[in-house]
């Protein structure tokens, strides 16, 4: 397979990367924290493949990005007021919320009943999502590598495994994600990120 490389600016970016994900395909793409590998998110065997080309355990659930926190309705169900009152202070941002996910989504997003769900802050990112619908991404790196912030580092790692990378310059965060469980009363952080648990608390407990 031969991974191709089309600038974020040119004109038929998003088509072309829209291309290859109704294809099956998996293409790779700039967000706020780091460049992410991604497919669409109710096309099971495009997901399969995220962890193929990433070396990826396959018990390693894998997050859904969407354009607005609107959409979050199309990947989950029942979802808890925290979670949406969390959305609606830090999406777009650099978070990602665990949710009860809708049965019609591939187990290989999730083995289990939840899902994370984030809106990444990125220009280039959500033109993709807007067009695309929500989509499976994880950060476009060979598991246990560190996590690249450039088209020539998911290049160096990725080659001939995934079909595109859309090259939108060096992300600005480097770190991924903040995740956060609102599947409980008490929320906890699965994973550390660039918000805090306090500044979550901090922004839920004041006006907006």
């Given at each position: 397979?031969?991974?191709l490389?089309?600038?974020?600016?040119a004109?038929?970016?998003?088509?072309?990367?829209?291309?290859i994900?109704?294809n099956?395909?998996?293409?790779?793409?700039?967000?706020?924290?780091?460049?992410?590998?991604g497919?669409?998110?109710?096309?099971?065997?495009?997901?399969?493949?995220?962890?193929?080309?990433?070396?990826?355990?396959?018990?390693?659930?894998?997050?859904?990005?969407?354009?607005?926190?609107?959409?979050?309705?199309?990947?989950?169900?029942n979802?808890?007021?925290?979670?949406?009152?969390?959305?609606?202070r830090?999406?777009?941002?650099?978070?990602?919320?665990?949710?009860?996910?809708?049965?019609?989504?591939?187990?290989?997003?999730?083995?289990?009943?939840?899902?994370?769900?984030?809106?990444?802050d990125?220009?280039?990112?959500?033109?993709?999502?807007?067009?695309?619908?929500?989509?499976a991404?994880?950060?476009?790196?060979?598991?246990?590598?560190?996590?690249?912030?450039?088209?020539?580092?998911v290049?160096?790692?990725?080659?001939?495994?995934?079909?595109l990378?859309?090259d939108?310059?060096?992300?600005?965060?480097?770190?991924?994600?903040t995740v956060?469980?609102?599947t409980?009363?008490?929320?906890?952080?699965?994973?550390?990120?660039?918000?805090?648990?306090?500044?979550?608390?901090?922004?839920?407990?004041?006006?907006?």
């Amino acid at each position: 397979m031969k991974t191709l490389i089309v600038s974020a600016k040119a004109d038929n970016a998003i088509q072309h990367a829209l291309k290859i994900l109704n294809n099956g395909g998996l293409v790779a793409f700039p967000t706020d924290t780091v460049y992410g590998v991604g497919a669409l998110a109710f096309d099971g065997k495009a997901i399969e493949s995220i962890y193929i080309a990433k070396d990826r355990p396959i018990e390693k659930a894998i997050p859904i990005l969407i354009a607005d926190a609107e959409d979050m309705d199309k990947v989950g169900k029942n979802i808890p007021a925290v979670a949406r009152e969390i959305a609606k202070r830090f999406f777009p941002g650099p978070l990602t919320c665990i949710i009860p996910k809708q049965l019609t989504l591939p187990s290989a997003v999730s083995a289990t009943s939840t899902v994370g769900v984030r809106v990444p802050d990125h220009d280039v990112a959500r033109a993709l999502l807007h067009a695309a619908g929500p989509m499976a991404v994880t950060s476009a790196n060979i598991s246990g590598q560190p996590s690249p912030s450039t088209t020539e580092e998911v290049f160096a790692q990725l080659n001939g495994r995934i079909e595109l990378i859309i090259d939108g310059g060096k992300t600005s965060g480097g770190v991924p994600s903040t995740v956060v469980d609102c599947t409980t009363d008490e929320l906890k952080i699965l994973r550390e990120g660039p918000i805090s648990l306090e500044e979550i608390r901090k922004k839920l407990s004041s006006p907006i």
